[in-house]
């Protein structure tokens, strides 16, 4: 039984409209901004309404910023993360689910400890590692003595070196790790159907061929909903990109870009930065993942909630 409570929906609601306020203000007040010069932007008190300059501001932002083989780059870099993302938390998590192995849960939960350690905390040790990727491995022919032996016998010196610095690769690979989604694919994949299993193996279907024919069929609304996400992610990163890359015109990625146009001349007494330019970026900048929530709004949610597999 369902009990009418109008005023209780009416406080729900209330406080609903409350919080898209707040989340829709700011985005509002950005749009005004880059409507206008930069005179309105700095008098006074602030302006509600939009101004007539606002493709004026863009297609100034645009070049100043040199946005085109930055979007580029951030795009590369965004569906590069989805892909390694999707993939390695797939195959991650159809291991630890399907297959029978001494120590499983405890990989398990090791994995999921780390949602407690993002980025920022292991910011050194992985530019230490993207600045030489195989350095693991040459630690540990150091250690054994294989570097060693190899010299002494033939003269040789083992120096194994993979710079990751200023590359696709470095701005990738360090943040395809992920887990949330293995956690949703393991959750997922928990609601499997054992004869569903049984029926793939009678049919000869192998590990592999289970997985792509059955399971990742199943999983479009999970990989939908993850990729969403992840992409959100991969955007907006940016200690990340302004760590490990310096070569930006090559590289460069339009999230770091963006604070260039707010110059460090308030405190060299420089004037007053172009903030209606600052803001005309900042509409571009956020168009793109705004769009992906749009577009895959109804993935993204029935892959969160939906439980009839």
């Given at each position: 039984?369902?009990?009418?409570?109008?005023?209780?929906?009416?406080?729900?609601?209330?406080?609903?409209?409350?919080?898209?306020?707040?989340?829709?203000?700011?985005?509002?007040?950005?749009?005004?901004?880059a409507?206008?010069?930069?005179?309105?932007?700095?008098?006074?008190?602030?302006?509600?309404?939009?101004?007539?300059?606002?493709?004026?501001?863009?297609?100034?932002?645009?070049?100043?910023?040199?946005?085109?083989?930055?979007?580029?780059?951030?795009?590369?870099?965004?569906?590069?993360?989805?892909i390694?993302?999707?993939?390695?938390a797939?195959?991650?998590?159809?291991?630890?689910?399907?297959?029978?192995f001494?120590?499983?849960?405890?990989?398990?939960?090791?994995?999921?400890?780390?949602?407690?350690?993002?980025?920022?905390?292991?910011?050194?040790?992985?530019?230490?590692?993207?600045?030489?990727?195989?350095?693991?491995?040459?630690?540990?022919?150091?250690?054994?003595?294989?570097?060693w032996?190899?010299?002494?016998?033939s003269?040789?010196?083992?120096?194994?070196?993979?710079?990751?610095?200023n590359?696709?690769?470095?701005?990738?690979?360090?943040?395809?790790?992920?887990?949330?989604?293995?956690?949703?694919?393991?959750?997922?994949?928990?609601?499997?159907?054992?004869?569903?299993?049984?029926a793939?193996?009678?049919?000869?279907?192998?590990?592999?061929?289970?997985?792509?024919?059955?399971?990742?069929?199943?999983?479009?609304?999970?990989?939908?909903?993850?990729?969403?996400?992840?992409?959100?992610?991969?955007?907006?990163?940016?200690?990340?990109?302004?760590?490990?890359?310096?070569?930006?015109?090559?590289?460069?990625?339009?999230?770091?870009?963006?604070?260039?146009?707010?110059?460090?001349?308030l405190?060299?007494?420089?004037?007053?930065p172009?903030?209606?330019?600052?803001?005309?970026?900042?509409?571009?900048?956020?168009?793109?993942?705004?769009?992906?929530?749009?577009?895959?709004?109804?993935?993204?949610v029935?892959?969160?909630?939906?439980?009839?597999?």
């Amino acid at each position: 039984m369902i009990e009418r409570t109008p005023w209780l929906n009416l406080a729900t609601h209330l406080i609903l409209i409350l919080g898209l306020v707040m989340i829709l203000l700011p985005i509002w007040l950005t749009f005004v901004a880059a409507s206008h010069d930069l005179q309105t932007v700095n008098t006074a008190p602030v302006e509600f309404w939009p101004g007539p300059y606002l493709l004026d501001n863009l297609r100034t932002a645009w070049v100043e910023s040199d946005f085109g083989p930055k979007f580029v780059n951030s795009l590369i870099v965004a569906t590069g993360v989805v892909i390694g993302k999707i993939t390695l938390a797939c195959i991650t998590a159809f291991a630890l689910v399907f297959f029978n192995f001494r120590g499983r849960m405890l990989i398990f939960w090791m994995i999921f400890i780390t949602l407690m350690l993002p980025l920022e905390i292991r910011i050194v040790p992985t530019y230490a590692v993207a600045a030489n990727a195989l350095s693991p491995f040459q630690t540990l022919l150091d250690v054994t003595g294989i570097t060693w032996a190899v010299q002494t016998l033939s003269g040789l010196q083992i120096a194994l070196e993979w710079n990751l610095l200023n590359s696709y690769t470095g701005l990738i690979l360090p943040l395809v790790a992920t887990a949330t989604g293995t956690f949703l694919y393991r959750q997922f994949f928990l609601t499997v159907p054992d004869e569903l299993v049984e029926a793939a193996r009678m049919d000869g279907a192998g590990p592999l061929r289970f997985l792509w024919d059955t399971l990742i069929p199943l999983s479009k609304t999970n990989i939908a909903a993850l990729a969403t996400i992840m992409f959100v992610y991969a955007w907006n990163q940016y200690l990340w990109p302004l760590l490990v890359v310096t070569d930006r015109a090559a590289y460069g990625v339009v999230v770091v870009q963006l604070s260039d146009l707010v110059p460090d001349n308030l405190t060299t007494g420089g004037g007053t930065p172009n903030w209606h330019i600052a803001m005309a970026a900042t509409l571009m900048v956020m168009l793109p993942p705004i769009a992906i929530v749009i577009f895959m709004q109804r993935w993204f949610v029935r892959g969160l909630i939906n439980t009839d597999k």
